[in-house]
């Protein structure tokens, strides 16, 4: 099934680590294509914050972190800040679909 | 620096069509794919297709098959997607945005508001 299936929710203190995760398919993640990651703000347009499983863009804080093992993802948010509140979201291509895919977003509370 | 800046919100009839348009600025427009995602209010980000900008070539995806369209005018360096017959249920924010070498979108427009509503 061609889907990328992420935790609807994770919190955190400021200062901790927290982990999103983005659960593939042999058709996608599995496939090696490349997995990317988006950060949105509330009411604001995506923000590309890791391309290629574990590149940042210039401007990203090397507090955000990529990887990739498998049918999966995860990214890594360390030193968490109030300003990190926002909903993240994995892409991946699919061959199955022969097209992006999308996971289902998930939001980032900062306790 | 790179822009795309989109055309304005659209209130529009169930059965309609809308068009959206995406005016990029800052690079070679005809250099990079332009991606078409919508947002439903409340709900994840949905991939609806690419265009190549120099070909013109696109893909959408399976489940806009039939009634999307998108197009490109290099002369004024924008994108355009058209999605027809709509239904309540398209009620969304529409974004464009390029793509990288790697598939990642790294520019993205402000997005359009488009209400399908009687």
């Known amino acids: 099934q061609s889907v990328l299936t992420q935790p609807p929710s994770v919190s955190g203190a400021p200062g901790q680590r927290v982990t999103i995760s983005c659960t593939g398919s042999?058709?996608?993640?599995?496939?090696?294509?490349?997995v990317h990651w988006y950060q949105q703000l509330p009411g604001t347009a995506p923000k590309l914050l890791i391309y290629?499983?574990?590149n940042r863009p210039s401007g990203v804080p090397d507090r955000f972190s990529g990887s990739k093992s498998g049918t999966s993802a995860s990214l890594a948010i360390t030193g968490l800040q109030p300003e990190d509140e926002a909903d993240y979201y994995c892409?991946?291509?699919?061959?199955?679909?022969?097209?992006?895919?999308f996971g289902g977003g998930t939001k980032l509370t900062v306790l | 620096q790179v822009q795309l800046v989109q055309s304005g919100a659209e209130v529009q009839k169930p059965g309609a069509s809308v068009k959206v348009s995406c005016k990029a600025s800052?690079?070679?427009?005809?250099?990079?794919?332009i991606h078409w995602v919508r947002q439903a209010p409340g709900q994840g980000l949905e991939w609806m297709g690419w265009?190549?900008?120099?070909?013109?070539?696109?893909v959408y995806a399976r489940k806009f098959r039939g009634r999307v369209t998108m197009t490109r005018d290099t002369s004024i360096s924008t994108a355009s997607m058209y999605l027809d017959r709509l239904r309540s249920d398209d009620t969304a924010v529409y974004f464009c945005?390029?793509?990288?070498?790697?598939?990642?979108?790294?520019?993205w427009g402000q997005g359009t508001l488009v209400i399908v509503s009687s």
């Open positions: 945005a390029t793509q990288t070498g790697r598939g990642a979108l790294n520019f």
């Open positions: 800052g690079y070679t427009f005809t250099g990079y794919y």
């Open positions: 265009i190549n900008p120099n070909s013109g070539g696109t």
């Open positions: 042999s058709s996608n993640i599995g496939a090696n294509y490349d």
């Open positions: 290629g499983n574990n």
């Open positions: 892409q991946a291509y699919d061959r199955s679909l022969d097209g992006a895919l």
